[in-house]
T-cell receptor, first 116, second 120 residues
Framework: GAVVSQHPSWVICKSGTSVKIECRSLDFQATTMFWYRQFPKQSLMLMATSNEGSKATYEQGVEKDKFLINHASLTLSTLTVTSAHPEDSSFYIC????????????FGPGTRLTVL | AQKITQTQPGMFVQEKEAVTLDCTYDTSDQSYGLFWYKQPSSGEMIFLIYQGSYDEQNATEGRYSLNFQKARKSANLVISASQLGDSAMYFCAMREARGERGSTLGRLYFGRGTQLTVWP
């Protein structure tokens, strides 16, 4: 089956530092990758949509300069949380889509970010 | 308006019993897909089952079945013969073929989730 990996699985950083999270589709080429954010006991909130070779599309209310997304290839997208603050602490999940059979999204295992 | 509504924050079921998790959706698209995902405490999102809006038969995958009632716009998940390992958060999601103007094509809309607890 289609596998999506995320790295790192968890990260703790000091306030003011930047953190990069990688999302890779391991055995397929993803037409689109999505980045989600999830607070404890809450649903997934779509942050942005990423297509290879083009600028990411951000959802309303998501700061583009805060959450930098780079989609370098059909198998890799990165999310960089710049100048992280404690309120950025959350669970970040990426997903990658494959066209057949029904444009299913395959999710990565998530990255738990804690900003001290 | 909420695209996906899950009205049960928590559900409890005894092992080996069946349980139904509710999901209603709101869309003006004729073509859409409905998904159910399981999220255990580890955080990974596990795909369970898919129902297309034009599918006439209710989807089934092992112990999971989707009770699709198009006129009511409901897509309830039925888990038969519950197991302790089924304890997790369950999310209903929808993807629209066209979506509203300005919306992200192909995005999933998630409900708030239902925390299922299976007890022995």
């Amino acid at each position: 089956g289609a596998v999506v990996s995320q790295h790192p699985s968890w990260v703790i950083c000091k306030s003011g530092t930047s953190v990069k999270i990688e999302c890779r589709s391991l055995d397929f080429q993803a037409t689109t990758m999505f980045w989600y954010r999830q607070f404890p006991k809450q649903s997934l909130m779509l942050m942005a949509t990423s297509n290879e070779g083009s600028k990411a599309t951000y959802e309303q209310g998501v700061e583009k300069d805060k959450f930098l997304i780079n989609h370098a290839s059909l198998t890799l997208s990165t999310l960089t949380v710049t100048s992280a603050h404690p309120e950025d602490s959350s669970f970040y999940i990426c997903s990658a889509t494959i066209a057949v059979p029904y444009n299913e999204q395959f999710f990565g295992p998530g990255t738990r970010l804690t900003v001290l | 308006a909420q695209k996906i509504t899950q009205t049960q924050p928590g559900m409890f079921v005894q092992e080996k019993e069946a349980v139904t998790l509710d999901c209603t959706y709101d869309t003006s698209d004729q073509s859409y897909g409905l998904f159910w995902y399981k999220q255990p405490s580890s955080g990974e999102m596990i795909f369970l089952i898919y129902q297309g809006s034009y599918d006439e038969q209710n989807a089934t995958e092992g112990r999971y079945s989707l009770n699709f009632q198009k006129a009511r716009k409901s897509a309830n998940l039925v888990i038969s013969a519950s197991q302790l390992g089924d304890s997790a958060m369950y999310f209903c999601a929808m993807r629209e073929a066209r979506g509203e103007r300005g919306s992200t094509l192909g995005r999933l809309y998630f409900g708030r989730g239902t925390q299922l607890t299976v007890w022995p």
